[in-house]
């Protein structure tokens, strides 16, 4: 019920909010101009940048690596400095390097992949500036490439006036960065931030208090409660699909998410911006039967992996199947949240590439840990901001691929024809998730001393290809259990997070803007139509079989391989006990 | 297909199978590699003494694939090269008689002619090279090219001069010079094509092997990562159920079967009498958006033809008809014959024309024709304006209701024909240009595919409108001079549309080269086959909608077999990855729930279907998916649902049968 209800709520929110962000980013004049021009003009003015300059796909691309280039350097000088720098009353100490650089890279990448533990490890300053500002930043950059991802669809703002084979305008990056972050993710997390404060989640920067524990021990008398500015905090980390939460365990602690209201909350801020940018989609490419059928599919997967979710946790935990125990799984989850509403964050927070938690996924039932992996693998079920939808039209190119072939046609997109160039572009980002995952999930398991993690078997394996598919996903939700704050760890994550932030995005840049200069062909009867349910169809089961074919065996050897030795297992202690009290009555028969 | 082109086949199947050939596909070189390690493999365990059955039908079935997927592109190049050789047959010892400057002729052999020698061709004789008849006019019987028996007549100076090597001259003796050298006339060219020598791959081929290397590539690193993640539970992998996973995984059905379809779309347009001078323009007919037609000759006959007579008020028909039967006696234009056909046809009396009569024929200045006697009687047929002012001269009243049957006339598309004899107007003969039968309904089966015809024509926009109408097309362009057709054809393609057009005289040459698919008449000169990229043998114009399907049908195949070749790997995957973890992880069997008993033989079943499927499916990639006239919507969904799902189902049913085959014969 509570779930049909924080669905309902995200989708009915989403559709209005999708409809502002076609307004501030269509270039048309918009309200919010009055409200947001002068400072926007003023931080252009500081910069030295020419908001209104088209930019081709390659200008585009570079401004945005660039200007990642430079927050990265500088986030991950401020968190080699931090105990030098102001801000610090609790006195925390300098991170390795390599933890510095990973957590630098995994804020930069919009994944918020912890390997240290938030509150103990990082200063004020550090949450607030390097921390916070990232998870401001990156979705708006995100978004901004999508943005030129959709505009390359519809030939480029120049496409009145360009001629074929001229370079396209995308927009301008700048632009669409400051306009995401000034009039998108600010105010939407003020409104969050202040919901959440009135729910009690702390908001300050005084230093921890320190009380009495309630239950004398012998060793532990006093407890620190670290405290700061988390209501602001977790506001961003849901809504920019972040995250990183300002606590370790994440909003299953309770300062983090106090209450009933605070989770439903969390849980919608957690899709909201991922689902209006389908809205956003289909205002910006004029095309409101496309977003439907966009819609229509992520919807469908969402709706179908949160049902499975949300079943797979109602059943009693696989550890206790011996037991007589009916209850669902609770292990790792708060009794708060109950299986229901953890499922549902589970299934959510890994579909939209956010990470944050309110139970810990690492004591899923096996059907629950397939769901969150499927989420992460896919990456297109909402998706992270932007990239998500990024994502999705890369699925939506392949799908068009086949699907225009069996029509007879050529196959070619809002009129553009799918040629060797893209497809070579497109067969890169095919292999690219199998090559980055499992490769490095191999190698990592090849090296048993390098993993330290906490379970032997096929769960080991599980959590090594959880935690790679998660920062390849920029997901950076962890399967926890795994000693993840080491050089290796943290420098091969690093590579991952790169791969997976980055070549996902510039590359379908490059094919939009190899598109956007083709000759657009009219539409006509024999043009495939994609705003049907026959299109839906082959884009769902292309992305289903694309994803399962890619990592069946690997699940085999995780979730799967569990999920069915545990059953096995079942069945045969079953029949150890039937054989026993056979062995029982015999022997009680013969005394 | 006969037993020649099967061994054929079978041969050249087993020379595809070197290094060099085998690169040509990522696909198959995976296969290829595989098979090599499965022979090693197999090797190994003969030398150790172990049991090597399992390896050995491994390494046999994993030859095979290879072997089938060559002898289909082995087949579809046989079968072109039978076509080709049909062609050629009628080349060979061809001996040409030519003209030196001075006149004189000499006996050469026509492989020794060059371009710019004049010949002489007289009745009986076969054509000895390619080239445009400079001098005289001939009846040729073309059927060594098109099949067609009937023969054409080909004249100098006129549209239709152009001759191909090895058509037989019926009658007249025209001299010819020479186009085209021997090895570079068109049969040339084309049998060259056929054969597969100069096969290139087509844009959309070219794209679509890139997807299939990234799937593969996908697919090798999924199982190559496979050992790594297994040894962390203490599981040994067998290598040879890892190389079968793998050869089954990738798209080694459409990969195996992606040059025979190319091939075979140039054979069917071939079939169709059409040459193609490259793959790419078969493709490409498949995109067209636009069609133009000339409207004389392609929508209608060409020649305008009696339909009715209109008597004006206050005359009798029988009165009209007599008029202008006799105003047509003795006229020798196809006009002037269809008055009195239909006089007949509508039960007329034939009339005689009166002793003394003499004809007047037409002539640009009058624009009359007709019988004058020489008592003064007169009839005559001509054009309104003709007639009015012919009547105006002599005196002869004007009525009024004349204009306005006259334009009634007009309006329909018609051509209306003023008929008079020396006293008054007698009323109008309606001239139609007949459309030729069943044009409407292609055209409704182009629309259905998508393809908008537009018409162009000379005629007056009131006679176009109306043949446009009864003839379906989409739009006219009326009043056009032959260079508006270029302009048209870039007018399109500035918006985008691909257009393609039929053309067969000189000065339709320069659109021809512009069209996306130029389809030139074999009838027509030698410089619209030199600017077209197709030449239909049999010079139909409406042959445009065969090749717009062969093109849909070369990308649906391709479509939809590289559905099928996906759709199967669900099956598979749960044949083959149950038998590769079946020792090591028993609770593994319960997605075996195809209850295949025996691991190895499961995998083998699996083998042997990934195997057969290829030769299988030769049929459909030679013949084609079939192509109906449905939204494009529908044509998703049925191909998704025969392709798509069925591919999913079908290997289940099959590999459970090979299955059962196999344990049962084992």
């Given at each position: ?37 002068p ?9 030295g ?7 081709d796909w390659k ?9 990642n ?13 931090q ?9 925390v100490g ?14 930069l ?5 912890q390997?240290y ?41 120049n496409q ?17 960065t ?5 009039r ?7 409104i ?15 230093p921890?208090?320190?009380?009495s524990?309630?239950?004398q ?6 407890q ?17 699909t972040n ?12 300062l983090?998410n106090?209450?009933p209201?605070s989770n ?16 956003m ?8 039967g ?11 997967l969402?709706?179908?992996?949160v ?14 199947a011996e ?6 799984n609770m ?16 299934t ?7 990470g ?13 840990g ?10 297109a ?40 160039a ?22 990592t398991?090849?090296?048993p ?16 290809f ?9 997901n ?5 259990g ?6 290796w ?20 840049l ?20 994609l705003?049907?349910?026959?299109f ?14 890619s ?6 050897l995780?979730p799967?391989?569990e ?29 | ?17 070197t ?9 198959m070189?995976v ?39 060559n ?16 062609l050629?047959?009628?080349r060979?010892?061809?001996?040409a008689?030519?003209?030196n ?15 710019g ?17 400079i ?5 040729i019987?073309?059927?060594a ?14 549209d ?9 001259v ?12 021997a090895?570079?006339?068109?049969l ?29 590539l ?17 599981i ?7 190389i ?6 990738i798209?080694?059905?459409i990969?195996?079967?992606?040059p025979?379809i ?21 493709e ?27 008597p ?8 009209l008809?007599?008029g ?11 006009e ?5 056909k ?43 304006d ?26 329909q ?37 998508g393809v ?11 006679t ?18 032959p260079?508006d ?5 870039r007018r ?10 039929v053309?067969d ?9 512009q ?25 139909d ?19 939809a ?11 598979k995957?749960f ?9 090591a ?7 075996n729930?195809?209850?295949l008993?025996d691991p190895?033989?499961?995998?083998l ?13 030769i049929?459909l990639?030679?013949?084609?998916v ?7 919507e529908?044509l ?10 069925g ?7 099959a ?10 014969m084992?």
């Amino acid at each position: 019920m509570e779930i049909m209800l924080i669905l309902t709520l995200s989708l009915l929110l989403a559709w209005p909010l999708g409809v502002y962000m076609t307004g501030i980013f269509s270039g048309q004049a918009h309200w919010s101009d009055r409200l947001f021009g002068p400072l926007e003009r003023g931080i252009f003015k500081v910069l030295g940048i020419n908001q209104q300059q088209g930019m081709d796909w390659k200008s585009f691309g570079i401004a945005f690596l660039l200007s990642n280039l430079l927050l990265g350097v500088i986030a991950f000088l401020l968190l080699m400095l931090q105990h030098l720098l102001p801000l610090n009353p609790d006195g925390v100490g300098p991170l390795s390097w390599d933890l510095a650089l990973h957590t630098a890279v995994s804020f930069l990448t919009n994944t918020n992949q912890q390997h240290y533990s938030g509150q103990a490890q990082l200063s004020f300053l550090s949450q607030s500036f390097v921390i916070v500002t990232l998870q401001f930043v990156t979705p708006a950059m995100g978004l901004a490439v999508c943005l030129g991802v959709l505009r390359g669809l519809l030939g480029g703002r120049n496409q009145a006036t360009a001629q074929e084979g001229e370079a396209r305008d995308l927009g301008n990056y700048y632009q669409d960065t400051v306009r995401a972050v000034l009039r998108l993710m600010i105010p939407l997390a003020a409104i969050v931030a202040l919901a959440l404060s009135s729910q009690g989640v702390p908001s300050t920067y005084q230093p921890s208090p320190t009380v009495s524990v309630l239950e004398q021990g012998q060793s532990l008398t006093e407890q620190k409660i670290p405290l700061g500015p988390v209501a602001a905090m977790v506001a961003i980390k849901q809504l920019g699909t972040n995250g990183g939460g300002w606590y370790g365990p994440n909003s299953a602690n309770p300062l983090e998410n106090p209450t009933p209201l605070s989770n439903l909350i969390e849980t919608i801020a957690l899709v909201l911006i991922p689902i209006a940018v389908v809205f956003m989609a289909g205002g910006m490419l004029r095309q409101r039967g496309f977003a439907l059928m966009s819609l229509g599919v992520m919807g469908f997967l969402s709706l179908l992996c949160v049902a499975a979710a949300v079943y797979s946790e109602q059943q009693p935990n696989i550890a206790f199947a011996e037991l007589a125990q009916s209850s669902g799984n609770m292990e790792g989850k708060e009794v708060r949240f109950g299986t229901d509403l953890s499922a549902l964050w589970a299934t959510l927070t890994t579909q939209t590439s956010n990470g944050s938690v309110n139970a810990m996924h690492d004591s899923l039932n096996p059907l629950a840990g397939l769901v969150t992996r499927s989420g992460m693998l896919i990456n297109a079920i909402w998706g992270g901001i932007g990239c998500g939808f990024v994502n999705f039209i890369v699925y939506v190119w392949i799908a068009v691929f086949i699907a225009g072939l069996m029509i007879g046609r050529t196959p070619e997109i809002f009129g553009r024809k799918l040629e060797k160039a893209e497809l070579s572009a497109l067969g890169v980002l095919l292999v690219l998730p199998s090559a980055v995952i499992l490769l490095f999930t191999a190698i990592t398991l090849s090296f048993p001393a390098l993993i330290g993690n906490s379970n032997p078997g096929l769960h080991g394996i599980s959590q090594v290809f959880y935690e790679y598919t998660s920062a390849f996903a920029n997901n950076g939700s962890g399967f926890e259990g795994l000693a993840d704050n080491t050089p290796w760890w943290n420098i091969t994550c690093v590579i991952v997070l790169l791969l997976g932030r980055y070549l996902p995005l510039v590359i379908p840049l490059y094919i939009a803007g190899m598109l956007a200069k083709k000759r657009q062909i009219p539409p006509s009867a024999a043009s495939l139509p994609l705003a049907n349910v026959t299109f839906g169809v082959t884009l769902l089961t292309v992305i289903l079989i694309l994803n399962f074919l890619s990592f069946l065996p690997s699940m085999v050897l995780g979730p799967i391989g569990e999920g069915l030795a545990e059953s096995h297992i079942e069945t045969i202690s079953q029949q150890t006990s039937a054989i026993t009290t056979q062995l029982q009555s015999v022997t009680g028969g013969a005394q | 297909m006969n037993t020649a082109v099967l061994t054929q086949a079978s041969l050249a199947a087993f020379q595809k199978l070197t290094p060099t050939q085998a690169v040509k596909s990522p696909v198959m070189l995976v296969v290829w590699v595989g098979t090599l390690l499965a022979l090693f493999l197999t090797a190994g365990q003969i030398q150790q003494g172990q049991s090597y059955g399992f390896a050995l039908a491994c390494s046999l079935i994993l030859f095979f694939t290879l072997w089938f997927a060559n002898f289909a592109e082995a087949i579809a190049e046989a079968r072109g090269r039978g076509q080709a050789q049909s062609l050629k047959a009628s080349r060979r010892d061809l001996t040409a008689q030519l003209l030196n400057r001075s006149g004189q002729l000499s006996k050469v052999a026509a492989s020794q002619l060059k371009a710019g020698d004049q010949v002489r061709v007289q009745a009986g004789e076969f054509v000895p090279a390619d080239g445009e008849i400079i001098a005289g006019v001939a009846t040729i019987n073309e059927s060594a090219l098109t099949g067609e028996s009937a023969p054409v007549l080909r004249e100098a100076g006129t549209d239709h001069s152009g001759v191909i090597a090895g058509t037989t001259v019926l009658s007249g003796t025209i001299t010819v010079q020479v186009t085209a050298e021997a090895g570079h006339s068109f049969l040339d060219k084309m049998i060259r094509l056929v054969e597969g020598t100069n096969r290139q791959k087509t844009p959309n081929e070219l794209a679509l092997t890139v997807l299939l290397a990234a799937l593969t590539l996908v697919f090798l690193i999924a199982v190559a990562t496979l050992p790594a993640l297994a040894s962390f539970v203490g599981i040994e992998l067998d290598l040879l159920m890892l190389i079968a996973l793998v050869v089954c995984l990738i798209p080694t059905t459409i990969a195996g079967l992606l040059p025979a379809i190319g091939i075979a779309g140039m054979n069917r347009a071939l079939g169709a009498n059409v040459i193609a001078k490259s793959g790419k323009a078969v493709e490409v007919a498949g995109d067209i958006d636009t069609l133009l037609l000339d409207k004389t000759g392609t929508i209608t006959f060409g020649d305008r033809q009696a339909t009715n007579f209109l008597p004006l008020p206050g005359i009798a028909m029988s009165q009209l008809v007599q008029g202008a039967q006799l105003c047509s006696l003795q006229d020798p234009t196809p006009e002037g014959k269809s008055v009195l056909k239909l006089a007949q046809q509508e039960g007329f009396a034939e009339q005689t024309a009166p002793d003394n009569a003499e004809f007047i024929p037409f002539t640009a200045q009058t624009r009359l024709s007709g019988l004058t006697c020489d008592d003064g009687g007169h009839w005559i047929k001509g054009a309104f304006d003709a007639v009015k002012k012919w009547a105006q001269s002599r005196g002869i009243a004007v009525p009024n209701a004349l204009e306005p049957l006259v334009t009634k006339v007009a309006q329909q598309g018609a051509t209306p024909l003023v008929v008079a004899n020396q006293q008054q107007i007698l009323g109008v003969i309606q001239l139609s240009d007949v459309i030729k039968p069943g044009v409407a309904e292609r055209f409704a089966q182009l629309r259905a595919l998508g393809v908008r015809t537009v018409m162009v024509t000379g005629d007056n926009p009131i006679t176009a409108g109306a043949i446009a109408a009864i003839a379906g097309v989409d739009d006219f362009v009326a009043e056009a001079k032959p260079e508006d057709k270029l302009d048209l054809i870039r007018r399109e393609q500035a918006k985008g549309r691909l257009v393609a057009m039929v053309g067969d005289g000189t000065n339709d040459a320069p659109a021809l080269a512009q069209a996306d698919v130029g389809l030139a008449m074999n009838s027509g000169t030698q410089a619209a086959k030199e600017a077209g990229n197709m030449v239909d043998l049999d010079s139909d114009p409406t042959k445009l909608l065969a090749v717009v399907e062969v093109g849909k049908q070369l990308l649906i195949t391709r479509g939809a077999l590289t559905t099928f070749s996906l759709a199967n790997d669900v099956a598979k995957y749960f044949v083959i990855v149950p038998a590769v973890f079946a020792v090591a992880m028993p609770g593994i069997g319960a997605l075996n729930f195809m209850q295949l008993p025996d691991p190895e033989i499961a995998v083998l079943s699996a083998l042997i279907f990934n195997a057969l499927i290829i030769p299988a499916l030769i049929p459909l990639a030679l013949k084609g998916v079939k192509i109906r006239a449905i939204s494009a919507e529908k044509l998703l969904r049925n191909n998704m649902l025969i392709y798509g799902f069925g591919g999913i189902l079908l290997p289940f049913v099959a590999i459970k049968l090979i299955d059962v085959v196999l344990n049962w014969m084992i």
